[in-house]
């Protein structure tokens, strides 16, 4: 946690998706309905995915922008059932890279079953969300394998850069547009094109989820650091333990003094007992974790300006609430 004098923060509750409750829940029959078939081999490991996937906001991002812009067709069911695919295949592969014990605040799927299953089980969602996709057509394959193939990319290069101690906020924000915009902006952009909507139109939307995933991941990145696990229902703590910089502690590392942050930087790399706690002190000095939240807002608003066109309906409001709620939230 901060020292107590840092600020608090209002944090809003997640966004109510009532207006396409019932297409979230038809896109959750079709993933259920996907994964039918290896309930009688492997149903506990099955039945544990659904921990994995709480907030459903990739697919509600999906499909708000379709009624947002259009007709929620039943293309746009299917299409939000490949992304929240994907997404859980990320999270179970997440998970292995990290080392992480808890998701949710239940073990995860390594923590339980070895990484070898969490890393097949991810193999199975992602070859299942291309072929979900294959039964719309094939520009929706291109879309969803353009955007996966950015996510596993942005991955690859946060692996590599682990340990890089001098990594800059473009190397930064070059991981994140991908591991994590690139999926938010492909959601947003299916719901628009399936909707009816123009490519002008899908375009902008694509904007808006980039901008909403940066702002999400900014905060996600605060929150390993300043977070609790009981609040945030998962290992936290990860990113410095493994040497990841992220945006905060570039920040600070950056604006100490270069003496404070080559020592701030060896006992990084050391893992020194209690360097949670010097980087924090460091990073309240440097009032980098207001820095990274206020990148975080300048995103959010950016999203909120790619909205401004669409008429203003139920869902144009839930879109401009989820990106204060995105970094703003606990978990």
Same mark, same amino acid.
């Given at each position: 946690?901060?020292?107590?004098?840092?600020?608090?923060?209002?944090?809003?509750?997640?966004?109510?998706?009532?207006?396409?409750?019932?297409?979230?829940?038809?896109?959750?029959?079709?993933?259920?309905?996907?994964?039918?078939?290896?309930?009688? @081999?492997?149903?506990?490991?099955?039945?544990?995915?659904?921990?994995?996937?709480?907030?459903?906001?990739?697919?509600?991002?999906?499909?708000?922008?379709?009624?947002?812009?259009?007709?929620?067709?039943?293309?746009?069911?299917?299409?939000?059932?490949?992304?929240?695919?994907?997404?859980?295949?990320?999270?179970?592969?997440?998970?292995?890279?990290?080392?992480?014990?808890?998701?949710?605040?239940?073990?995860?799927? @390594? /923590?339980?079953?070895?990484?070898?299953?969490?890393?097949?089980?991810?193999?199975?969602?992602?070859?299942?969300?291309?072929?979900?996709?294959?039964?719309?057509?094939?520009?929706?394959?291109?879309?969803?394998?353009? /955007?996966?193939?950015?996510?596993?990319? %942005?991955?690859?290069?946060?692996?590599?850069?682990?340990?890089?101690?001098?990594?800059?906020?473009?190397?930064?924000?070059?991981?994140?547009?991908? $591991?994590?915009?690139?999926?938010?902006?492909?959601?947003?952009?299916?719901?628009?094109?399936?909707?009816?909507?123009?490519?002008?139109?899908?375009?902008?939307?694509?904007?808006?989820?980039?901008?909403? %995933?940066?702002?999400?991941?900014? /905060?996600?990145?605060?929150?390993?650091?300043?977070?609790?696990?009981?609040?945030?229902?998962?290992?936290?703590?990860?990113?410095?333990?493994?040497?990841?910089?992220?945006?905060?502690?570039?920040?600070?590392?950056?604006?100490?003094?270069?003496?404070? /942050?080559?020592?701030?930087?060896?006992?990084?790399?050391?893992?020194?007992?209690?360097?949670?706690?010097?980087?924090?002190?460091?990073?309240?000095?440097? $009032?980098?974790?207001?820095?990274?939240? $206020?990148?975080?807002?300048?995103?959010?608003?950016?999203?909120?300006?790619?909205?401004?066109?669409?008429?203003?309906?139920?869902?144009?409001?839930?879109?401009?609430?989820?990106?204060?709620?995105?970094?703003?939230?606990?978990?």
């Amino acid at each position: 946690m901060l020292p107590p004098s840092a600020p608090s923060v209002v944090r809003p509750a997640q966004p109510a998706f009532a207006p396409v409750a019932a297409d979230i829940d038809e896109a959750e029959r079709i993933f259920t309905a996907t994964l039918a078939p290896y309930r009688s @081999n492997f149903g506990p490991l099955i039945q544990h995915l659904k921990h994995y996937r709480g907030k459903r906001l990739r697919p509600a991002l999906l499909l708000l922008a379709a009624k947002a812009c259009g007709t929620v067709s039943p293309a746009c069911h299917t299409l939000a059932a490949a992304v929240e695919m994907i997404h859980t295949a990320t999270l179970v592969h997440d998970d292995v890279l990290d080392e992480a014990d808890l998701r949710r605040h239940l073990p995860t799927v @390594n /923590a339980q079953w070895g990484n070898k299953v969490s890393i097949l089980l991810g193999d199975m969602l992602f070859t299942h969300a291309f072929h979900l996709a294959s039964t719309v057509d094939a520009r929706a394959c291109r879309i969803i394998g353009e /955007a996966t193939n950015r996510v596993c990319a %942005g991955e690859l290069r946060q692996v590599a850069e682990r340990g890089n101690l001098a990594l800059g906020e473009p190397d930064y924000f070059a991981i994140i547009e991908g $591991k994590t915009a690139a999926l938010t902006e492909c959601a947003a952009r299916l719901g628009a094109l399936y909707s009816g909507a123009s490519d002008d139109t899908a375009e902008r939307m694509a904007t808006f989820g980039a901008n909403l %995933g940066l702002a999400f991941q900014i /905060a996600d990145d605060v929150l390993d650091l300043v977070g609790t696990e009981h609040a945030a229902g998962k290992t936290l703590g990860t990113d410095l333990e493994q040497r990841k910089l992220t945006l905060p502690v570039i920040h600070g590392l950056n604006a100490l003094p270069p003496g404070e /942050a080559a020592s701030l930087r060896r006992a990084i790399e050391a893992g020194e007992p209690d360097v949670g706690f010097t980087v924090l002190a460091a990073l309240e000095r440097t $009032k980098s974790v207001a820095h990274a939240r $206020k990148r975080a807002d300048e995103f959010a608003r950016a999203a909120r300006k790619q909205l401004e066109p669409l008429p203003r309906t139920e869902c144009r409001s839930i879109l401009e609430s989820m990106t204060e709620w995105c970094v703003r939230r606990e978990t």
